[in-house]
């Protein structure tokens, strides 16, 4: 699924109906799902009206939510996808039909519910979900593929009761929210299994994966499905072009390639194969359509590689470990320099040092979009970064910062957060893009 990302929406109060939206992510993040119960049966609760897939996990959602709507959309379903945070327009979030929600859309929501969602003071977040719910039933989507936002028990997103829920992964992110140990964290990603409803499990480490196992057991799923069980991965090759693997499935004996890069991108395809075969008719594919539908599989800000430039949204320590191994495998040409903003509650020390084992240079910046709140202290970084014995500049311009970068590499790697690649994807010339 392509999206038109820098599509500008015409409607002249679209920017205005933003700018109140955003204005509820102050005061921190609400856990709980009474407000968006209660916002959603003011909508005459919409969610209920078409089957939805559950996806939660640290990492792999979005390439894992991003295939799973390619292949049901070649199967003719009408696809929604629902998934946070967006890189360049908010529309992002919300799609029907490879379709972004209107603007017109999200001015007209927001002007209509406003009084209820202030009386219930629900949050950005919590808004933003009825929102999508809300449009994916008016729309008409056949099936709805849903990206928890932030853990999952406690998740807004966690108001519906799916065909089937599922865990990519689980590793050490947003810990003052969530637990700080895999076992906690684990838990919390867990909440999405449903009494009756198949759970899915893509997380690789057999510890962890049968400790969500147990944990779907205990929430009572009718089927568990361990995606490193019931799929045989051998010879994932990894290049320019995609990721290409053997895969064992149902005795079967398959040679597939999906166009997203790394080595991890062979268990997100295990994971979201799993996935639809515990979905069910209609929604299972033969084997046949998962070979024909996986080229057109497209994730803006994933290994993304534009001219020079290559984006991805790795923004803990987990990610980019998968992000270093797939450049390694792909060897893009050098010096490669890393454009790099991280939010300040993330990791950025162990960031830094796994990136510096493939950079020779780092240009640290601000995203224009970051929030200020969670501005890291820059001058800490540099001297963090400094100390791994790489070249650092500093640069806040965010403009020059693209310029410092691409000065003198061979390849410029923006990562660090969906700001630092969202932010350079609206920057670069149209030429860059088609790179």
């Known amino acids: 699924m392509e999206l038109a990302l820098n599509a500008q929406p015409a409607l002249a109060g679209y920017r205005e109906a933003l700018d109140y939206l955003f204005a509820r992510t102050t005061g921190g993040f609400k856990f709980g799902l009474e407000r968006t119960r209660e916002l959603l049966a003011h909508l005459g609760n919409p969610e209920a009206r078409y089957p939805s897939l559950h996806i939660a996990g640290t990492n792999g959602k979005g390439s894992s939510v991003a295939t799973m709507a390619t292949v049901l959309t070649s199967m003719g ?24 929600i209107p603007a017109d859309d999200v001015v007209s929501f927001i002007t209509r519910y406003t009084p209820v969602v202030e009386e219930i003071g629900a949050s950005f977040f919590e808004a933003t979900t009825a929102m999508a719910f809300d449009y994916f039933a008016r729309a008409g989507a056949d099936v709805a593929v849903i990206e928890a936002g932030l853990g999952g028990r406690l998740d807004s997103t966690n108001v519906v009761d799916p065909i089937v829920a599922g865990v990519t992964s689980i590793g050490l992110d947003h810990t003052e929210y969530l637990g700080s140990t895999l076992d906690e964290i684990a838990r919390e990603k867990a909440g999405i299994f449903k009494p009756g409803r198949a759970a899915v499990i893509g997380e690789t480490n057999p510890r962890i994966g049968a400790l969500l196992a147990r944990f779907a057991e205990q929430h009572a799923a009718s089927s568990v499905r ?44 295990a994971f979201a194969m799993a996935m639809l075969e515990a979905a069910g008719p209609p929604f299972a594919p033969s084997a046949e359509t998962w070979a024909k539908a996986l080229p057109a599989v497209r994730i803006p800000g994933r290994f993304e590689r534009a001219g020079k430039f290559i984006l991805d949204v790795a923004h803990n320590p987990a990610g980019v470990d998968v ?113």
Not at 339 to 368: E, G, H, N, Q, Y
Request: aromatic share 4%.
């Open 77 to 100: 379903h009408r696809v929604a996808t629902y998934t946070s945070p967006h890189l360049v327009d908010f529309r992002e979030r919300m799609v029907v039909g490879g379709q972004m």
């Open 226 to 269: 361990i995606a490193t069980e019931e799929i045989r991965l051998e010879h994932v090759d990894v290049g320019s072009a995609g990721t290409t693997c053997d895969v064992v499935w149902k005795g079967q004996h398959l040679r597939l390639t999906t166009p997203l890069a790394g080595r991890h991108q062979a268990a997100n395809l």
């Open 323 to 435: 992000l270093v191994q797939t450049l390694r495998s792909v060897a893009p040409p050098e010096p490669i320099v890393a454009l790099l903003c991280v939010l300040r509650d993330k990791d950025w020390r162990d960031m830094i040092r796994v990136l510096s084992t493939v950079v020779s240079r780092f240009v640290l910046t601000m995203a224009p979009t970051a929030p200020e709140s969670r501005a890291w202290d820059i001058a800490e970084a540099a001297a963090f970064a400094r100390d791994t014995g790489r070249d650092v500049d500093v640069v806040m311009d965010f403009h020059e910062a693209i310029d410092r970068a691409s000065s003198g590499a061979g390849s410029v790697l923006v990562t660090g957060s969906f700001h630092t690649v969202g932010d350079t994807m609206s920057l670069l010339p149209p030429a860059s893009k088609a790179g």
